[in-house]
């Protein structure tokens, strides 16, 4: 059974969350990506992608060159161990209607990303499987997520009681890694 350590992407964009949508978006347009995790020190705190850049930054008003990337972030980091199966992580996709997984390891540390290209290009993962992730990202759904600011639910999974556990009992860390640009 093939593993997600064996298709994902090992350098993962970083920005830090101070940084602007500019840079953000000139280091999308430099790495050839469409979403970048952003940290704040070691921490991992959310993600932000093409689509956040333009509906919640530059559709909403905000000027993109004085503007911190925290305005736009999704809060909610969805992310795979990299020993998963690859039907596992195309599951968790579908179920949380994303098109990329961040990915960590035992230490819990950023270590790659697995994205819904990679799943196509791979020949271990079963079509319907993926025809399935497809389907899931395309139904339409009663509200976008929330940027970050905005966000009452603090990163929890939707339809979680208040004061309930979050998806996960600590986010995620970043190697300090000279790969890894902060």
């Known amino acids: 059974m093939a593993r997600v350590k064996e298709i994902m992407a090992r350098e993962p964009v970083i920005v830090h969350v ?24 070691d921490e991992l705190v959310g ?25 736009t972030i ?10 998963s199966s690859l039907e596992d992580a195309a599951a968790l996709m579908a179920r949380q209607r994303i098109r990329r997984l961040a990915v960590v390891d035992d230490d819990r540390e950023l270590v790659g990303v697995l ?27 009663a509200a976008a997520k929330l940027p970050a600011y905005e ?7 939707r339809g979680s009681p208040p004061g309930s556990l979050h998806v996960y009992a600590r986010r995620p860390s970043i190697r300090r890694n000279p790969l890894f640009e902060t």
Do not use: Q, W, Y
């Not at 559709?59 to 990337?69: D, E, H, L, Q």
């Open 115 to 141: 994205s819904l290209g990679d799943l196509a290009r791979s020949a271990d993962v079963e079509p319907t499987a993926l025809a399935a992730v497809l389907r899931a990202i395309g139904e339409p759904i």
């Open 151 to 157: 966000d009452p639910t603090g990163g929890r999974r």
């Open 74 to 83: 999704t809060r909610h980091v969805v992310f795979c161990h990299e020993n």
């Open 18 to 41: 101070d940084h602007s949508l500019t840079e953000a978006a000139t280091r999308m347009k430099e790495a050839d990506v469409g979403a970048l995790f952003v940290v704040d020190g």
């Open 47 to 71: 993600v932000v992608t093409d689509r956040d850049l333009v509906i919640r930054g530059i559709a909403a008003g905000i000027t993109p060159g004085s503007a911190p990337v925290i305005d």
